[in-house]
C-alpha cells in the first residue's frame, strides 16, 4: 500500500529582512513594484546571510489511517510544514505527494465575521474550509448542537462570549469529512469539558479510519491521539517513533536547561531584539549554579537597527513553581539614538534568593504601549543553600526570598 | 500542483517551483461558491448597523449626477449630446463607480483578507473576483433608477438595449484585471493602497463620463480612444439611448480589456504562492 502522506527532502527557505525594505519614494515604489517579479531572482543568489532554512530536508510517510503527532520547540519548523501540507506556502525544494482530499485547521474560525450571525457564519466558514452549501446544509443542525449554540445563531458572534465563539467555530471544523486533516494546537481553547468533547470528537474522526496529522505542545493531548510522533528540531526531523518513546526523549532533553541564550537567526528580523542573555558568576565566567550568599549577575545583549525612545528592558525571576519572585527594570535613556547594541547588568544580591531553580524572563517594551520583544523563561539557574540554619530543615517553606528585615530583641521591664 | 487520479484517490503534488500560468481551472471550480460567500458577506457587512443600507449605493450616483447636471446644464453646456445631460451623466457614473470602487476594494481585497490567505487553502484569485462582483449589486440597482430616468425623459428602449450585458460585462472584466494586477502589488508594496485612488481619480478626468467625446478635438479624441473605458462608456450608452456605435472605439477596449486581463492573469500566477509569506 502506498503512503497517503508522502514528503520527500523537504526544504523551505525564507530570506530575512525581505519585509523591512521601505520605498522612500513613490517613483521608488512604482519602479520596484515592476522590478519585482524578475528582482526576486537575483537576491536570492546573492544575499546568503539573510537566508534562514525553516526547513531542511524533512522525509517521513504517514499511512493511511494513521494519527500522527508533531511535536518541537517554538521555532522548530513546526508551523512552516503544515503550511505547505495546507498548500498555504509552497517549499523550496523537495515534494509531497497527499492521496486524498486534505482540509486543514491551522486555525478555528477563519473568515469569521463579527457583524454576522452564528447561521451566516457556520455558512461563510464552511466554505472558506472547502465545503458545499449542500453539505453544509446537511450538518447543520449537527453543527450547531455541537456547539450549544441554539439560542443564539441569529445573533451576530460580535455578541457571543469568546468561549460560544470558540465552540461554533469548532463545531464548523470538526465537521468537515477530509481524507487527510491537518491540524495545529486548536484544541487548546475553550473550557476544559469543551476541550474533551473536541478530543473525544478528533478521536471518533480517527477510528473512522481517517489520517491525521496533529500539531501540538500538550504532550498529553498527543500521547492519547497518536500512535506514532515526529519531532522536529531546527527544522529537521530528529525523531519519528512511538508516541511513548518520542515524549520521552524530548521531555528529558528540555530538561537540561540552559544558563545562556541566543536569539535565533529568525531574530534578526525584528526591529529590537535580545541577541543573547547569559548568568555569570563575580568573575564574568558563565555559571548555572550559585551558593545563596554569591552575587548573580545577568549580562543581555540586544540589537537594534535603531532606538525606540522610551523603551525600558525587564527581567522577571521566577521560580521553579513559576511564581513570580521579582521584576527588575532598567531604563535605556541614557543611550543614544543611533546606539546599535547595548548590553544591560543586573545584579542580584547576595542572600537574596532562597535555594531553588530560577527561570528568566526577558522584555523590551515601551510602558503602556507596546511589547517589542517577550521572551520566556529562557535561562535557568538554581540557588543552593551552603549553610544556612534553614538548610537543617530543606524542603519547608521559607519564602521566596531573604529579606534584609531588621530584627531588634529588646526585655521589657 | 499537479492533480491526477489514482483508483479513487486525489492525488495532490506539491513541488516548488513556479510556473508562468500553473491556473487550475478544475481546483477554481470545485471553490465556485466561495466566490458566492464571499460575494455576500461584503455586500452584508457593508450595509450592517447603517440607517439607511443599500440607499446609500444609490445617494452617490444619483447626488453626483444632479451635480453635474447643475453645472453642465446651468454654467457650461455641451451640444453634442443625444439625450438629456442626467442620463447621459447617470449612464457614465454608473459604469465609473462600478469600475472605481471595484478596483479599489479588488485592489485591497488581498490585504484585508490576509486572515484566510496566511490560514486557509483556495484558489487565491478568488478573493479579487469577489471583492469585484460586490459592486455588481450596488449597480443594478443604480440601473433601475437609470431606467426610472429614462421613462421619465421619454427615452425609449431600442432592441440595442440587449446588448447591454456586453458593455457591462466588458467593464467587469476591466474591474477585475485592474483589481487583481494592485492585489498583486498591493501585497509585496503597500504604496498601491496609497497611489490606488490618485490613478484612479486622473482615470476619471480621461474617461468621457461626465463629457461626450465629441467636445474633444480630432487629435485628443484618439488618445480617449485609448482609454479602454471609452469604448466601454460609449458603447453602453450606445446600446441604452439606441444612438451609433462606434465599433472602432469599442474593438480597441476589447483588446486592451483581454489584454490586461492576460497580463493580470500572469502576474498573480506567477506571485500567488508566495502571497503567505510576503502579506
Not at chain 1, 525564507?14 to 519585509?19: D, F, K, S, V
Not at chain 1, 472547502?130 to 441569529?154: H, Q, T
Not at chain 2, 461626465?210 to 479602454?228: A, C, D, H, M, Q
Request: proline share 3%; with cysteine; charged share 20%.
Amino acid at each position: 500500500m502506498k503512503p497517503i502522506i508522502k514528503v520527500e527532502n523537504l526544504s523551505k527557505q525564507y530570506r530575512l529582512g525581505a519585509r523591512k525594505k521601505r520605498h522612500s519614494t513613490l517613483l521608488d515604489s512604482l519602479a520596484a513594484g515592476f522590478r519585482a517579479p524578475f528582482a526576486n531572482f537575483k537576491n536570492r543568489a546573492r544575499n546568503d546571510k539573510n537566508i534562514f532554512w525553516a526547513l531542511k530536508d524533512v522525509s517521513f510517510e504517514v499511512m493511511s489511517g494513521e494519527v500522527v503527532g508533531i511535536i518541537g520547540r517554538n521555532g522548530a519548523g513546526k508551523s512552516t510544514l503544515l503550511k505547505i501540507l495546507s498548500r498555504i506556502t509552497r517549499p523550496t525544494a523537495g515534494e509531497i505527494t497527499l492521496r486524498g482530499r486534505v482540509e486543514s485547521l491551522l486555525e478555528v474560525g477563519t473568515g469569521f465575521h463579527s457583524e454576522l450571525t452564528g447561521r451566516e457564519n457556520i455558512f461563510l466558514n464552511g466554505a472558506i474550509l472547502g465545503m458545499r452549501r449542500e453539505e453544509i446544509a446537511r450538518k447543520f443542525d449537527e453543527i450547531v448542537s455541537f456547539a450549544e449554540v441554539e439560542k443564539f445563531l441569529d445573533t451576530p458572534v460580535k455578541h457571543y462570549s469568546s468561549g460560544m465563539y470558540v465552540r461554533l467555530a469548532f463545531a464548523v471544523a470538526a465537521h468537515l469529512e477530509p481524507e487527510i486533516l491537518i491540524v495545529d494546537e486548536v484544541l487548546a481553547v475553550g473550557d476544559i469539558e469543551f476541550q474533551n468533547k473536541c478530543l473525544g470528537k478528533m478521536d471518533e474522526v480517527s477510528k473512522s479510519g481517517r489520517t491525521i496529522l496533529f500539531v501540538s505542545h500538550q504532550m498529553g493531548t498527543i500521547a492519547q491521539l497518536c500512535q506514532r510522533t515526529i519531532l522536529l528540531e531546527r527544522g529537521a526531523v530528529a525523531m519519528n517513533d512511538k508516541t511513548s518513546v518520542v515524549i520521552e526523549h524530548y521531555v528529558n532533553q528540555n530538561k537540561t536547561k540552559d544558563a545562556f541564550y541566543a536569539a535565533n537567526e529568525a531574530a534578526a528580523n525584528r526591529e529590537m531584539y535580545v541577541e543573547s542573555a547569559a548568568i555569570l558568576n563575580e568573575d564574568g565566567g558563565g555559571q548555572s549554579s550559585f551558593r545563596h550568599d554569591e552575587r548573580v549577575r545577568v549580562n543581555i545583549k540586544c540589537r537594534t537597527p535603531r532606538m525606540f525612545r522610551g523603551v525600558e528592558l525587564r527581567m522577571v525571576v521566577k521560580d521553579g513553581r513559576n511564581i513570580t519572585v521579582f521584576t527588575a527594570d532598567a531604563e535605556l535613556v541614557s543611550l543614544r539614538q543611533n546606539t546599535e547594541a547595548f548590553e544591560v547588568d543586573f545584579t542580584i544580591p547576595a542572600v537574596t534568593l532562597r535555594p531553588n531553580a530560577y527561570s528568566l524572563t526577558f522584555a523590551l517594551f515601551v510602558p503602556h504601549q507596546d511589547i517589542i520583544e517577550l521572551i520566556e523563561d529562557v535561562v535557568h539557574f538554581s540557588v543552593f543553600d551552603s549553610g544556612t540554619k534553614y538548610a537543617q530543615s530543606e524542603g519547608l517553606d521559607y519564602g521566596l526570598v531573604f529579606s534584609p528585615c531588621e530584627t531588634s530583641v529588646k526585655t521589657i521591664a | 500542483m499537479a492533480k491526477e487520479i489514482e483508483g479513487t484517490a486525489e492525488i495532490t503534488r506539491i513541488k516548488p517551483g513556479k510556473s508562468w500560468l500553473n491556473f487550475d481551472l478544475k481546483d477554481f471550480w470545485h471553490y465556485r461558491e466561495l466566490i458566492y460567500f464571499l460575494v455576500w458577506r461584503d455586500i452584508k457587512v457593508r450595509y450592517k448597523q447603517t440607517a439607511i443600507g443599500i440607499v446609500w449605493a444609490l445617494l452617490q450616483p444619483v447626488l453626483t449626477t444632479a451635480i453635474f447636471t447643475v453645472i453642465f446644464t446651468q454654467f457650461a453646456r455641451f451640444d453634442s449630446l443625444d439625450v438629456p445631460y442626467p442620463l447621459f451623466a447617470l449612464s457614465g457614473l454608473l459604469i465609473w463607480i462600478f469600475v472605481n470602487s471595484s478596483i479599489t476594494m479588488a485592489g485591497n481585497s488581498l490585504i484585508n483578507n490576509s486572515n484566510l490567505v496566511t490560514k486557509v487553502y483556495f484558489p487565491r484569485l478568488i478573493v479579487p473576483i469577489s471583492a469585484t462582483l460586490g459592486g455588481l449589486v450596488d449597480f443594478a440597482f443604480g440601473f433601475l433608477i437609470l431606467l426610472g430616468l429614462m421613462f421619465y425623459y421619454g427615452v425609449s428602449l431600442s432592441p440595442q438595449i440587449l446588448l447591454a450585458p456586453v458593455f457591462v460585462g466588458l467593464a467587469v472584466l476591466l474591474a477585475v484585471s485592474c483589481g487583481t494586477f494592485f492585489a498583486t502589488l498591493n501585497v509585496r508594496f503597500r504604496d498601491v493602497k496609497y497611489t490606488l485612488p490618485f490613478a484612479l481619480q486622473i482615470w476619471m478626468f480621461v474617461s468621457p463620463i461626465f463629457y461626450p467625446s465629441g467636445v474633444l478635438s480630432e487629435k485628443w479624441r484618439i488618445l480617449l480612444t485609448l482609454n479602454p473605458l471609452t469604448g466601454i462608456l460609449e458603447g453602453f450608452r450606445a446600446s441604452l439611448f439606441g444612438t451609433a456605435f462606434d465599433w472602432f472605439s469599442i474593438a480597441i477596449s476589447v483588446g486592451l480589456t483581454l489584454l490586461t486581463a492576460s497580463v493580470a492573469l500572469l502576474v498573480f500566477t506567477r506571485m500567488e504562492d508566495d502571497f503567505a509569506d510576503f502579506i
